[in-house]
């Protein structure tokens, strides 16, 4: 990309504090960028070949949206705690293994995006954000979800084509929790807890694609519950056969059968 083409985008980020520069192949973070860092309120850079975000992302104070989709950033710099008015960030499709401990100072997120990228636990910082509304993290490779869970915040958690076979009854305990999504997992139906359908404030649970037919799900202690009372809940899923996506684990059960 030119530096005349790159001048022009930076003219505009300044009148209006928005800077978009999607799909240009860029390798590296633009550091003419810095120049701008106490006025931008929202930066997107989806679609190029960074590898890395560089330290000085901490010095963009107003920043309040932050994009990165499709990128191959592998790990963030703790600088990025000291974003302390961010609201939503976009990281879909990189190759994040975890996050930097500074995570959880991230105190004004909202809306956070992982799906796509290579984490195989929970991030546990995440339940330090006390403003969390609603998390992604669809298309990893998670295995269970922590006893800690029960400390998050969040409205919405998307934990879709993971590997998760373990829940800890804990999330029942979420305050706000109101949709749980883990279709094409590697849960067995013992892998459910009861608590979840009995004693929490999930109203829409989604368990299609595991390894059991969703009809056993009437025979969890709770199942009763559903659809009475405050809770309301709904189990969204298919009536029928229980195949995975989890490709490796729907092998393992065939091969035990």
Request: proline letters at 4%; one cysteine or more; a neutral charge.
């Amino acid at each position: 990309m030119g530096n005349s083409a790159l001048k022009a985008h930076l003219e505009t980020a300044q009148k209006t504090g928005v800077f978009q520069l999607t799909g240009k192949g860029l390798n590296e973070f633009p550091m003419d960028l810095q120049r701008l860092s106490a006025n931008l309120r929202m930066v997107d850079l989806s679609g190029n070949k960074m590898e890395t975000l560089p330290s000085v992302i901490g010095q963009f104070s107003v920043l309040k949206s932050l994009t990165l989709n499709g990128n191959r950033l592998a790990v963030l710099p703790e600088d990025l705690g000291k974003l302390k008015k961010l609201e939503n960030l976009h990281l879909n499709g990189n190759s994040l293994k975890n996050l930097p401990s500074s995570f959880g100072q991230l105190a004004a997120l909202k809306t956070l995006s992982l799906s796509g990228n290579r984490l195989k636990e929970f991030p546990l910082q995440l339940c330090q954000l006390r403003h969390l509304d609603v998390v992604d993290l669809s298309k990893n490779k998670i295995q269970r979800l922590p006893d800690e869970l029960e400390q998050l915040q969040a409205i919405e958690l998307n934990v879709n084509q993971n590997q998760v076979s373990q829940i800890s009854p804990h999330i029942a305990r979420c305050p706000r929790l109101k949709v749980l999504r883990l279709e094409e997992n590697c849960l067995e139906i013992s892998m459910i807890p009861n608590s979840i359908l009995a004693d929490s404030q999930i109203s829409l649970l989604a368990v299609e694609g595991n390894l059991f037919e969703i009809r056993k799900m009437q025979d969890l202690e709770g199942y009763d519950k559903v659809g009475q009372g405050d809770g309301d809940n709904v189990i969204m899923a298919m009536w029928g056969g229980g195949g995975a996506a989890c490709g490796r684990c729907f092998q393992e059960v065939e091969a035990e059968r």
